[in-house]
């Protein structure tokens, strides 16, 4: 008779195998999907204004993805095709199945989760999204801006303003980045939005030393870099 302590172990030995096997199994099937790696249509006018963040990310992943310029003439038709008649969209095409999303941080979150751009805890995710919004507000007062002739006062007052907040919440997460340990997408976004201060970046950037290190830091990527050096040169 076996001792109750040799049935214990050989048990352990069974289960332990089945649940190698059980590993190995999820992981072939995982690779079987993962190697039918997607295609990206990113459809925006021709600007950089609310879509060039998506296009960094794009371009920081590796990813394979179609810069989809739409000319003013064209929009109309293709408005009423789209989820809430604006841009940017993002078609995903996986195989057979082709989905689209609309709206600039919800594209950039979901690409975000894909490449390892997303927080590492909801915590993380929370904050990176609270910058995201952030951002997001400071396009609505740079557009309202543009439209009203007041580029002006807000490269004076708001813009300065909010990247103080920034400059702030970086000082206080200590490492030169926005969130946790490692690059964010909102890095990346506010990186980004300083290709809308043109000729004032030198000055401005000078008053906020940690931005302008997380500003070097990201285009100094080689995908990112390369897509700068390639990419549209556009006004806006
Ligand atoms: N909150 C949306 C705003 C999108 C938006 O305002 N899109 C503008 C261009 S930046 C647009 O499609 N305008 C054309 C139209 O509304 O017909 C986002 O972040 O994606
Ligand atoms: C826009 O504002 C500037 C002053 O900031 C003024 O000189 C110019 O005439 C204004 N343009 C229009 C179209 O109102």
């Known amino acids: 008779m076996m001792k109750k302590s040799t049935c214990l172990f050989i048990l352990a030995l069974i289960l332990n195998a089945q649940y190698i096997s059980a590993f190995s199994f999820y992981h072939n ?3 079987f999907f993962n190697r039918i790696k997607p295609t990206y249509k990113f459809t925006y006018f ?17 990813a394979n993805f179609e810069d989809n310029r739409i000319k003013p003439e064209d ?18 095409k996986r195989g057979s199945q082709v989905t689209e999303i609309a709206q600039s941080q919800a594209i950039a979150r979901y690409l975000a989760a894909e490449f390892n751009l997303d927080g590492r805890n909801k915590l993380e995710n929370g904050l ?16 309202s801006a543009i439209n009203n002739n007041q580029t002006e006062s807000f490269f004076n007052q708001i813009w300065p303003q909010n990247f103080q907040f920034f400059e702030d919440r970086m000082a206080f997460n200590k490492n030169g980045f926005l969130v946790g340990k490692r690059l964010s997408w909102a890095d990346i976004y506010l990186s980004q939005m300083t290709d809308f201060l043109g000729d004032r970046k030198e ?34």
Request: proline residues 8%; charged residues 20%.
């Open 46 to 62: 021709d600007i950089k204004f609310r879509g060039e963040f998506i296009r960094f990310i794009l371009s920081y992943a590796g």
């Open 128 to 143: 990176i999204d609270m910058y995201g919004a952030q951002l997001g507000d400071l396009f609505n007062a740079y557009g």
């Open 75 to 92: 929009w109309p038709a293709l408005k009423p095709n789209t989820p809430f008649g604006q841009l940017p969209v993002l078609e995903i």
């Open 29 to 31: 099937f995982y690779n």
């Open 203 to 236: 000055d401005m950037l000078n008053r906020f030393p940690l931005i302008r290190a997380l500003d070097q830091r990201v285009r100094s990527m080689p995908m990112i870099d390369n897509w700068i050096q390639t990419r549209p040169i556009t006004d806006l």
